[in-house]
């Protein structure tokens, strides 16, 4: 007992404190969620973005996050699918201009399917960068990092501040579900329609606790002087000791400056030159291929 | 009634918080988990509530092993817990649905869950004028009376209470610790409460199981744990004041474990070979036990 903690808790888990992302500043961190999570909007091939997937699947494990904290995801994957594909099902367009696809006794259409495709998987793309850097970061690494970047202060704080009180929110709702398990709720005997209604329940406590808490951080951030400004309310110059604390190192530069290198260039490739251009697609074309051969 | 086997438990960040407790409690009893932060308290008290899973070692409430699946409707009428913060607590928007909640979820009677919201409600001191209010907008103190009047409807033997004084005034604490001293003396109930207040655990509780990074440091009477200043500071905890003075009055023929100033008092007057001037209303430890704990007090 008394050990040292050997995890850090970022806004979606844990993450081993020894883990290798901790190796990089977190402005280098921030890059590569810029690069990850921003990256997949110039991109409509979805090869490229499946591969982006998998990449960053490949740094979750290598971050040593534990995957069964990926796992809970799923669902949301599943829930995205279903109500993309089901719009481009349900309301695909100008049927006389598209290409009907006659399948298990309904008629689908090709070009919004493969819209659906294509935007589902830029959109999953986008969500595991983001899932990534917030299992891996602290509401205080995005603090330093907007903070090394000069960030004014007033938007840092407030951005952090929102972080904290969403991991807040999490342990609060965690909370509040224990205190219906010790009321006799028994989550695994209630059908689906059920845990939605508990979900309106859950907003009466998480709410009203949110707001009690908002009220005593303004109060609190209002007895230590803080101003918008980041200036003290006496004038002068607040010392910026987190950039003190966490300087930004060559390696660190160099790394941030590669991913955002390299999204710029991913960027300016698919303006100019349409080279991610879903056209261009070989899945497409096996798939063209397949509808043309029914 | 409950009994921990090597319990042990680790947060998912890899934060030890418990390990190798072994303890039981029997029915009647009032106890007092103490300790100073991080040594486990609450962590102790979710996981004999069943609101944890032990990473090792097992609980048994009531011959229900606590991690077993699908034990949870049968535990919370064995144990019930009230937790710190009683705006976690409170899910409904009325404070009669929120009373009654807990019985609907075990599937009590429309008609039987009436009796029982009035029922627990007039014992909580929640009074009817105030069941169809939103909880929110009472009282912290009158929120906490809910939020226990909520656990009590479920009828439970043993009743948790996590920091019952916390946040509140005196006058407001001492109604809490009467109110759980009623329950425990007049219906039978085993109080378990967690607390940073010594003079409270001095005056109510009858036994003392004092936490040390996830260890039982003491384990006892009220009177023989507060006796080991030299123990309990292993944990940062120190008896009350007035056991202190007691104890530097032990020289002069004081009982050295008074507990309460009326104790001292007594004590004082005994020594001094006088009577009291004037006689005081008694709460907590005075008043005669008459209910099930009175056997483990003596």
Redesign the interface.
Known sequence: ???A?????TLL??V?ADSPFYRFHPVGRMALLIFLSVTPLFIDMPEVNLGLILVTLGLLWWGRVRMQQVRRYLPLLVTVAIFMFGVAFLAPGNRTALTPIRSVGATFYFEPMWWAFVSYCRLIAMLFGAILYFSTNRERDTLVALRSLGVPFAVSYVAALSLRSAGMFME?FK??R?????????L?SLSVVEKAKLYT??T??LF??AL?RADEISNALFAKGYTLSGRPAGGGRRTDYLRAQYPVRARDWAVSVGLVGAFALVAALSKTTGVFSDHLSPLRAVVVGMVAAR | MIRAERLAFRY?????AL?GVTLTIAAGEFVALIGQNGAGKTTLA?CL?G?LRPTHGRVVVGGIDTAAK?V??AL??RI??V?Q?P???????RVYDEIS??PK??GVPERERDAVVREVAAVAGVRPELFSEHP?FLSKGLRQRVAIA??LA?RPQVIVVDEPTTGQDYRQSIDVMEFLTRLWRQQGHTIIIVTHEMPIVAAYAQRVIALC???VLADGPTREVFAQPDLLAQTFVKPPQVTRLARAWAGAGVRADALTVDELVDEVVRVAGGERAVAVPRAGRQEPPAGPGAQADA
Request: zero cysteines.
């Open positions: 007992m008394g050990e903690q050997i995890a850090k808790k888990g844990m081993p609060d909370t509040i224990e205190a219906q398990q010790a009321r006799g709720l028994d695994e329940m859950y009466v406590p009203a606790v009690r | 998912p960040d890899g934060t030890p390990d979710k509530a609101l699908g949870m409707k919370v009428r019930g817990y937790f913060n705006d976690h607590q409170l899910f409904n928007t909640y807990g979820n075990l929110f909520s656990t479920i990074r996830g260890r």
